[in-house]
C-alpha cells in the first residue's frame, strides 16, 4: 500500500508550499531585471523565457492587470509590452531573492535554471519537429517541470541540500529521499503549485511524471505527448552536459536520427554561453538601484496608479456588489492618491457611494433627492464616464490623474452588474413560473424493488426513486435560484462594509473579526453552490482519464481542505492498474472528495483512517472502494443519507451536503453509487465508472 501524506512533516510542507505566492530568484538575475526593464525591454523578455521564477512572476502581474494570457500561442514580448513600465519595476524590486550564502556553496539554483531553459528550448525544438505537438505548451511544460525544485530550496534549504549530497545527482535517489525525509517529492510540489499557480493541465503533469521512466506505458493518458516531449528533452539536455542517460525515442514522437543530432547541437550553444560575472554584483546593483529610485521619484502619479490596479484585485472579492465594490474603490482612490473626496454613481440603480477621507457613505434616491448631482464644488473635481452605466467623480487639491484607472474601474463594476441583473432574470423567470394544480391521475401499480440486504444501501433503486429525486432536486433548485437573488444583496452590503472597516482598521482583534465575517458570508455562498450543484450540475466534459490520476486529483483537494491536519489515508497499489475511465475527471474528483470527507468525519478524531481501492471485474465498468472503521449509519441513517442537509452528526461538523452531492455528482456522469455501514463498524462506498472504449478494446 501506498500512503499520501501519512505525516505530520508532510503536512507542514504541503500547508508552507500552499502559502507560496511566486517563488524565490536569484538575486543576481532580479539585478538583471531591474536594469532590462530600464534600459531594454527585449533583454527582461529574454529573462522571462529562459528564468522559471521570472516567467511565474510575470504570469501573476498579467492576471493582477487583467492582461488574458494565451498558453497555447504564447507572446511573451507582447504580455510584457502590455504591463505599464512602473507596474513592472514595483514588481521586480520587491521580490523575494535566495539568501547568497546558500547560492554558491549549497544549492546551485543559477545551474538548475539555466539547465530548465535548456530544457525548455529542447522541448520546443522537439515539438517544431513532430508538427503534432504544442510548441508553447512543450516550452512551458518543460520550463516549469523543477519548480517544485526551487520552492523545496526557498522553504528548506538545509535539508534540500542534504539531500542533493547525499543523491549525488541521481534523479530517483533524490525522490526517494525526499519522500522519505519530506513527506513529499519534488515532482509532486511542482505539479501541486502549477495548479495553484493556474498554468495548463499538461504543464502540471509533466512536471508530475516526466521524470518516471515507466510513463510511457501510459499511452492513453491525456497530455501524454506533452509528458514524453519534455522528459525526452530533459534527457537530451543532461547528454549534452555530459552526465545523461541513454537517449530514447519514444515512437509517439516519430523523430529521426537527424532530428536528434540538430535539437542536441544547438542545446550545446546555448549551454555554452556565459553567465553573469558575479564580481561584478555590487556596482551593477549600486548602478541600477540609483537608476530606479530616481525613476521612481519622476513618476510619482505611475507608482500611485501602480499600487492601485495592485490592491484592487486584493481588495474587491467575488462576494462584493456592484456598490459595494464601488466603495472600496472610493476608499482606495482616497488612500492612495490623496483624494480629499471620491463618488461613483451608478445610473439604473439611482445609487451612489462616496468617500471623505476614512468616512464611507452608500446614498439612494430616497436619502439624497439630487443624487447625481453630489456638490464637490468647493474644489477642483474630476468626472470621468464609466462606459454606460455611471460616473466616478474625484475631488483633490493636487493636479490628479486618475483617467488610466478608469478601464479597470469600469470593468470591475460592469463584471458586478451584470451578475446582478443575471441573478434578477433568473428570479423573474421563477416567479413568473407557476406549476400545474390539476389533480394527477393515481400511478399505476409498481412491482416493489429487489430487497438491499441490511445495512446497504443502492442509489438510485428504482424508476420511482429516480422520478421523486428529480422532483426534490427540481424544488432545490428553485429554493437555491431563489436563495442566490435573496441572499445576494444583504451578503454583499455585509461582506463590503467589513472589506472596508477592515481596510482601514488598526486594532487587530477587531480586524479578526471583520475577516470573520467576510468568510463567514463567503462560507453561505458556497453553500448555496453546492446546492446548485446538487440540483442543476453542470453538463459534463466527458473525456479519457486514468483513475490513479483522478485520485490523486481528490486527495490534493482533501489535503488543501485540511491543511492543519495530519491524515491517514491509503490508496492500494492497485488504483494504479485500473484501466481508463469516461468521465467528467473535475465532476468525479469533487465527487470522491465529497465522500472522502464524511469518511474522515467519521471518527472523533477527524482524520482517518481512510482506505480507497478498486477492481475492474465487472465487464464495462471499474469500481473504486473507499472504505473506513468509524461511526458507521443505522440502516435509518442510510436511507436518508443522500438527502441534501440530513446529518446525524451535531450541528458545526457537517452541512449534510457530502454524499447528496456526490450522488449528483456521479449521476451526472452515468455512475452508480452504493453504501455499505453498520454502527460502530464502519462505512464502505462503492461507485461504479464506465470504462474508456479503448480500454474495453484491449482487454
Not at 72 to 99: E, H, M, R, Y
Not at 377 to 399: C, H, M, P, W, Y
Not at 476 to 491: D, W
Not at 560 to 587: K, W
Request: aromatic share 6%.
Amino acid at each position: 500500500m501506498t500512503s499520501i501524506l501519512p505525516n505530520g512533516s508532510a503536512q507542514s510542507a504541503a500547508f508552507a508550499l500552499y502559502q507560496l505566492d511566486v517563488p524565490a530568484v536569484h538575486p543576481d538575475i532580479a539585478i538583471r531585471c531591474v536594469k532590462s526593464i530600464i534600459e531594454d525591454k527585449s533583454g527582461f523578455v529574454h529573462i522571462a523565457l529562459t528564468d522559471p521564477a521570472i516567467s511565474i512572476v510575470l504570469f501573476k502581474l498579467c492576471r493582477d492587470c487583467g492582461i488574458k494570457i494565451s498558453f497555447d500561442n504564447l507572446d511573451f514580448k507582447l504580455l510584457v509590452n502590455k504591463i505599464p513600465n512602473q507596474k513592472l519595476l514595483s514588481t521586480f524590486l520587491g521580490l523575494k531573492t535566495f539568501a547568497i550564502e546558500n547560492l554558491h556553496s549549497q544549492i546551485p539554483i543559477a545551474e538548475l535554471n539555466k539547465t530548465s531553459a535548456a530544457r525548455a528550448i529542447a522541448a520546443q525544438l522537439i515539438a517544431a519537429k513532430t508538427r503534432t505537438v504544442n510548441s508553447s505548451i512543450s516550452f512551458l511544460a518543460a520550463l516549469f517541470a523543477d519548480i517544485g525544485m526551487l520552492a523545496l530550496a526557498e522553504l528548506f534549504p538545509k535539508s534540500l541540500s542534504r539531500l542533493l549530497e547525499e543523491s549525488n545527482g541521481d534523479i530517483f535517489t533524490l525522490l526517494r529521499l525526499e519522500k522519505e525525509n519530506l513527506g513529499l517529492t519534488h515532482n509532486v510540489i511542482s505539479r501541486q503549485l502549477l495548479q495553484k499557480w493556474l498554468m495548463p493541465q499538461a504543464v502540471a503533469d509533466s512536471a508530475w511524471l516526466y521524470c518516471s521512466p515507466a510513463v510511457h506505458k501510459l499511452e492513453n493518458l491525456e497530455n501524454i505527448e506533452i509528458i514524453l516531449t519534455v522528459r525526452l528533452a530533459d534527457m537530451l539536455v543532461k547528454n549534452a552536459k555530459g552526465g545523461g542517460e541513454n537517449v530514447t525515442v519514444p515512437s509517439i514522437l516519430s523523430l529521426t536520427t537527424q532530428d536528434i543530432n540538430e535539437i542536441t547541437n544547438n542545446l550545446g550553444i546555448f549551454l555554452a554561453q556565459p553567465d553573469i560575472n558575479a564580481s561584478d554584483r555590487q556596482d551593477f546593483y549600486t548602478k541600477t538601484i540609483r537608476q530606479v529610485c530616481t525613476s521612481l521619484l519622476e513618476n510619482p502619479t505611475e507608482q500611485k496608479t501602480a499600487e492601485f490596479l495592485s490592491t484592487v484585485w486584493q481588495t474587491v472579492k467575488p462576494a462584493s456588489s456592484a456598490i459595494g465594490a464601488a466603495g472600496l474603490i472610493c476608499s482606495l482612490i482616497c488612500k492612495i492618491f490623496n483624494a480629499q473626496k471620491a463618488c461613483i454613481y451608478l445610473d439604473a440603480q439611482e445609487q451612489a457611494v462616496k468617500t471623505t477621507g476614512d468616512k464611507t457613505e452608500f446614498l439612494t434616491i430616497e436619502n439624497t433627492p439630487s443624487l447625481k448631482d453630489i456638490d464637490f464644488a468647493e474644489a477642483e473635481t474630476i468626472r470621468i464616464k464609466l462606459d454606460t452605466f455611471g460616473e466616478l467623480i474625484v475631488q483633490s487639491s493636487e493636479n490628479l490623474d486618475v483617467s488610466s484607472i478608469a478601464p479597470l474601474v469600469s470593468q470591475i463594476i460592469s463584471a458586478k452588474l451584470i451578475e446582478e441583473y443575471n441573478l434578477s432574470i433568473a428570479q423573474t423567470l421563477l416567479n413568473d413560473f407557476t406549476p400545474p394544480t390539476q389533480p394527477q391521475p393515481a400511478p399505476l401499480p409498481q412491482p416493489l424493488p429487489p430487497q438491499q440486504p441490511s445495512g446497504q444501501q443502492e442509489m438510485p433503486a428504482t424508476a420511482q426513486a429516480l422520478s421523486d429525486d428529480d422532483n426534490v432536486r427540481e424544488i432545490v433548485a428553485e429554493i437555491a435560484a431563489g436563495a442566490a437573488h435573496e441572499l445576494n444583496n444583504p451578503l454583499t452590503v455585509i461582506s463590503g462594509r467589513a472589506q472596508i472597516l477592515q481596510h482601514n482598521e488598526t486594532d487587530e482583534t477587531k480586524k479578526t473579526i471583520l475577516n470573520q465575517i467576510t468568510e463567514k458570508t463567503e462560507q453561505a455562498y458556497e453553500i448555496v453552490g453546492q446546492l446548485m450543484s446538487y440540483a442543476r450540475p453542470t453538463h459534463p466534459q466527458i473525456r479519457t482519464v486514468s483513475p490513479f490520476i483522478m485520485i490523486n486529483n481528490c486527495l490534493e483537494k482533501v489535503n488543501a481542505h485540511y491543511l492543519s491536519e495530519p491524515l491517514d489515508i491509503t490508496i492500494d497499489d492497485n488504483i494504479e492498474n485500473l484501466n481508463d475511465i469516461e468521465v467528467d475527471a473535475e465532476q468525479i474528483a469533487d465527487a470522491i472528495s465529497q465522500i472522502i470527507y464524511n469518511s474522515l468525519e467519521s471518527y472523533e478524531s477527524g482524520n482517518g483512517p481512510v482506505i480507497i481501492s478498486g477492481n475492474q471485474q465487472e465487464p464495462g465498468f471499474v469500481k473504486i472502494r473507499i472504505q473506513d472503521q468509524g461511526c458507521g449509519m443505522s440502516e435509518e441513517t442510510l436511507k436518508k443519507a443522500s438527502e441534501p442537509f440530513y446529518s446525524d452528526k451535531p450541528a458545526g461538523r457537517q452541512r449534510g451536503m457530502g454524499l447528496s452531492l456526490a450522488s449528483s455528482l456521479l449521476r451526472n456522469n452515468g455512475c452508480t453509487i452504493s453504501i455499505e455501514s453498520q454502527i460502530d463498524k464502519g462505512t464502505t462506498v462503492t461507485i461504479r465508472l464506465p470504462r474508456s472504449n479503448k480500454s474495453e478494446e484491449k482487454a
